[in-house]
């Protein structure tokens, strides 16, 4: 099975996925917020925040895990993508590493299902255009690695988001 078999591009609710874990795009205190960090912690219901005000945070770039709770995945991998500031602070660095370690905590916890949402272009600003390449080249990289993951959905919300995913996927 080819690195492009293993992964999968849909539109669609990320919380209403069976699949093993999910990751979410939370802020750095990983208490809840808006966007798919607020409907991950909804669905998932009051035990994750409890699970999460234990974790102490998460700094941009790096990423944690807990229980899935009331969600049909086992587990939520928590990380922090960066903010869009014009690309001069190393935001493609710790965009690709929020893919990175998710998948090696996902490969730790023997996690061979996951789902991404598209990190830091929401709330955060990072333009789809550029964190969909960055996101694709993270995942190909790892898992021309690391043979653990057998399967990789990328999540996305809008047309324009699913469109620019696909075509970062077709250069591979």
């Known amino acids: 099975m080819s690195i492009k078999d293993k992964i999968k591009i849909v539109k669609a609710d ?3 996925l069976d699949i093993e874990a999910i990751v979410n795009s939370a802020f750095e205190d990983l208490l809840g917020g808006d966007g798919v960090d607020g ?24 990423a944690k895990i807990t229980k899935g ?11 922090v993508g960066p903010h869009w500031q014009g690309g001069s602070k190393d935001e493609a660095k710790l965009l690709s590493s929020c893919y990175k370690e998710s998948l090696i905590l996902a490969s ?20 789809i255009e550029m964190a969909a390449p960055i996101a694709l080249r993270t995942v190909f990289d790892y898992l021309g690695k690391h043979k653990e993951v057998e399967k990789l959905i990328f999540v996305v919300f809008s047309d324009n988001d699913f469109g620019a995913y696909n075509n970062a996927l077709y250069v591979f």
């Open 14 to 16: 990320i919380t209403t």
């Open 39 to 62: 409907a991950i912690h909804e669905a998932a219901g009051p035990l994750l925040l409890e699970e999460c005000k234990t974790l102490n945070g998460c700094e941009i770039g790096k």
């Open 69 to 79: 709770y009331r969600l049909k995945a086992k587990y939520v991998i928590h990380t």
């Open 108 to 127: 730790k916890h023997g996690i061979k299902t996951i789902a991404f949402p598209s990190i830091s272009t929401g709330a955060f600003g990072y333009p």
